[in-house]
């Protein structure tokens, strides 16, 4: 059964930094893209970017290039979200998404990860 | 960049009854790229139907999608209880290479 599991919640103050992660399981975790995709309360969805395991080549949504950072550990088939430097606006919750093999679609997304930036 | 429109903002209909809901494209989107999802209250989004008009596995086939170039079609043919939700289209292509559509709304 493939299986995108999410990292728990997480409080933050402004300024701090935050790793969150997405580890898959039930395929080959190398061989499909995976996506991080936003939603800030009561709000749409907003596409991140997107990273391959194989070699992980990764590009961003112009909105999110430089304010986050999208890395995998290979071995341990999980993926990375990062912060550097976390803003009140950053609260949100996200989710990871694997893209289909054979489509631009996202055909398994993880349970999300919500992120709450809060002096 | 390519935005997506959906149509209405809000569906309201009752148990039964037939659901339209429009996805417009500011510029073409390859039938390939097209997509989808169900998300209700405390869930991730869940794939319907990819290719514009391809059910995801497990879909049940009162749904369906349709349409290309611009404009695109989510049917729901009778509505159940449990279809109320929020929809999103999705498109995949040039820079940036993945947007959604703003969503729209299916209330009883």
């Known amino acids: 059964e493939v299986q995108l599991v999410q990292s728990g919640a997480e409080v933050k103050k402004p300024g701090e930094s935050l790793m969150i992660s997405c580890k898959g399981s039930?395929?080959?975790?190398?061989?499909?893209?995976i996506a991080w995709v936003r939603q800030m309360p009561g709000k749409g969805l907003e596409w991140m970017g997107i990273i391959y395991p194989g070699d992980s080549d990764t590009r961003y949504s112009p909105s999110f290039q430089g304010q986050v950072t999208i890395s995998v550990d290979k071995p341990i088939n999980t993926a990375y979200l990062q912060w550097n430097s976390l803003k009140a606006s950053d609260t949100a919750m996200y989710y990871c998404?694997?893209?289909?093999?054979?489509?631009?679609?996202?055909?398994?997304w993880g349970q999300g990860t919500l992120v709450t930036v809060s002096s | 960049e390519i935005v997506l429109t959906q149509s209405p903002g809000t569906l309201s209909l009752s148990p039964g009854e037939r659901a339209t809901l429009s996805c417009r494209a500011s510029?073409?989107?390859?039938?390939?790229?097209l997509a989808w999802y169900q998300q209700k209250p405390g869930q991730a989004p869940r794939l319907l139907i990819y290719g514009a008009s391809s059910r995801a596995t497990g879909i049940p086939d009162r749904f369906s999608g349709s349409g290309s170039g611009t404009d695109f079609t989510l049917t729901i043919s009778r509505l159940e209880p449990e279809d109320f939700a929020v929809y999103y289209c999705q498109q995949y292509g040039s820079s940036p290479p993945c947007t959604f559509g703003q969503g729209t709304k299916l209330e009883i």
């Open positions: 510029q073409s989107v390859s039938s390939n790229y």
């Open positions: 998404a694997r893209r289909s093999s054979f489509g631009y679609h996202f055909d398994y």
């Open positions: 039930g395929y080959s975790f190398i061989n499909y893209r």
